[in-house]
């Protein structure tokens, strides 16, 4: 049984570094094709790719957002993270994180129940 | 960035045929996926690839499309069918989604 779970600090301040943690079970990011993705979804509105990491440790980013994420893994905890510096209030989302299967096509098969952070002076 | 872009909303009967609609602005070849999305929860994958069944998705719920123009169909529609329905390519870097179509029973 595949789950996902992240975490947060639930608020912060403009300019500080957003910090996330998705804790998974099910599969092992050790394993050929697997990987994790960060969605995020601001209240009432669509979905934003953010980043994947891979298996390998191949890691890519949304363009648009590329010089303030870092993404990174943990494979012997089963965690992925994802961190965004000098955030905003724009950054004020609800945060998922989701496994990723390489195929001719990727897509998100598994998604966490996402972690809301707020970015507020 | 290849745009996604999706009706808003649409009402049905329950018992009815929908179809849910997703242009491309570029071709994503089979590149599209279809997620649905209950007030208050995370995403759920439907359909993968354009016309592939996720397991444990009732057959009630089918896709199909290739390049710019793809469907969502739901036959027949359920009252627990009332979400949020998001198409997502993965074809041309970087992945991106539609803003989504709510779909609601009348």
């Known amino acids: 049984q595949v789950t996902l779970k992240e975490s947060g600090p639930g608020i912060l301040q403009p300019s500080q570094t957003l910090s996330l943690t998705c804790t998974f079970s099910?599969?092992?990011?050790?394993?050929?094709?697997?990987?994790v993705g960060w969605i995020r979804q601001p209240s009432g509105k669509g979905l934003e790719w953010l980043a994947n990491i891979w298996w390998d440790d191949d890691k890519y980013y949304n363009p648009s957002l590329k010089n303030r994420l870092t993404i990174s893994k943990d494979t012997s905890n089963n965690q992925a993270f994802l961190k965004i510096t000098n955030v905003d209030t724009a950054d004020t989302a609800t945060y998922y994180c989701?496994?990723?299967?390489?195929?001719?096509?990727?897509?998100?098969?598994?998604w966490g129940q996402g972690v809301m952070v707020t970015v507020s002076s | 960035d290849t745009v996604l872009t999706q009706s808003p909303a649409l009402a049905v009967s329950p018992g009815e045929r929908v179809t849910i609609s997703c242009r491309a602005s570029e071709s994503v070849s089979t590149g599209m996926h279809w997620y649905q999305q209950k007030p208050g929860q995370q995403p759920k994958l439907l359909i993968y690839g354009a016309s592939n069944l996720e397991s444990g998705v009732p057959a009630r719920f089918s896709g199909s499309g290739s390049g710019t123009d793809f469907t969502l169909t739901i036959d027949p529609v359920e009252a627990d069918d009332t979400a949020t329905y998001f198409c997502?390519?993965?074809?041309?870097?970087?992945?991106?989604f539609g803003a989504g179509t709510k779909l609601e029973l009348k």
């Open positions: 099910g599969f092992s990011l050790s394993t050929y094709g697997m990987g």
């Open positions: 989701a496994r990723i299967t390489m195929g001719i096509t990727t897509y998100f098969d598994y």
């Open positions: 997502q390519q993965s074809w041309n870097d970087p992945p991106t």
